[in-house]
């Protein structure tokens, strides 16, 4: 099992332009997750989905659109991209089944935009 | 509001010493509390939990619900426990996990 994927690795934005980080799980799991990652910040929920189809605001919705069509997929949008969104972004997946409440990290996306 | 409090960004010890990474929440019901570590160039995993009562890699977190801590302790640290690390909190019925600012743990040789 590859656990939670991330594409791209890395990526390098001009103020305005617009891109879709991708996440992808294989361990059949209802809740997915998108964070942000800053220094002296800690972990920031953007947004949630705690099934197909649906999706929910986090702590730091602005700027970002997501999008769950499939289980297994969760993609995370910018439109237009700011210097504040310049971060790693983490993936990440969970159920409440075997592992309580347990979240599965992706590698992360670091995101500059100049 | 649902809040974990790391005092410390950074924390330094000696191979050998004791350590304890803070943790402080505020929730008015009852949270259920991890920690989490990121070793270099690896992704975030999940440490231990408070619900499980065990002890991984020597380390040890006790839920305080007076003090509403959950400080993360070893007795030894040794350099490889060298890594940021991240307390968390989710309430049952939720989906969501509210994380603290990070404490990077720094063992010396």
């Known amino acids: 099992n590859a656990g939670v994927t991330q594409t791209p690795k890395f990526r390098v934005l001009k103020t305005g332009q617009s891109m879709t980080l991708l996440c992808a799980q294989d361990?059949?799991?209802?809740?997915m997750y998108w964070y942000r990652q800053d220094p002296g910040m800690g972990l920031r929920l953007i947004h949630y989905?705690?099934?197909?189809?649906?999706?929910a605001k986090g702590e730091v919705p602005d700027g970002y659109n997501v999008s769950r069509l499939k289980k297994q997929n969760f993609l995370l949008g910018l439109e237009s991209a700011a210097p504040s969104q310049t971060s790693v972004y983490f993936c990440?997946?969970?159920?409440?089944?075997?592992?309580?409440?347990?979240?599965?990290f992706g590698p992360g996306t670091r995101l500059t935009v100049l | 509001a649902q809040r974990v409090t790391q005092p410390e960004k950074l924390l330094s010890v000696f191979k050998g010493a004791p350590v304890e990474l803070k943790c402080n929440y505020s929730?008015?019901?009852?949270?259920?509390l991890f920690w989490y570590v990121q070793y270099s160039r690896q992704r975030l995993q999940l440490l231990l939990r408070h619900i499980s009562r065990e002890s991984i890699k020597g380390f040890t977190a006790d839920l305080n619900k007076g003090e509403t801590s959950f400080h993360l302790k070893k007795p030894f640290a040794q350099e490889e426990d060298s890594a940021m690390y991240y307390c968390a909190l989710t309430t049952s019925g939720t989906y969501k996990y509210i994380f603290g600012t990070g404490t990077r743990l720094k063992v010396l040789a």
């Open positions: 929730y008015s019901g009852s949270p259920e």
């Open positions: 989905s705690v099934g197909e189809g649906t999706t």
């Open positions: 361990m059949n799991h209802e809740y």
């Open positions: 990440a997946s969970g159920d409440t089944g075997t592992s309580v409440n347990e979240q599965f």
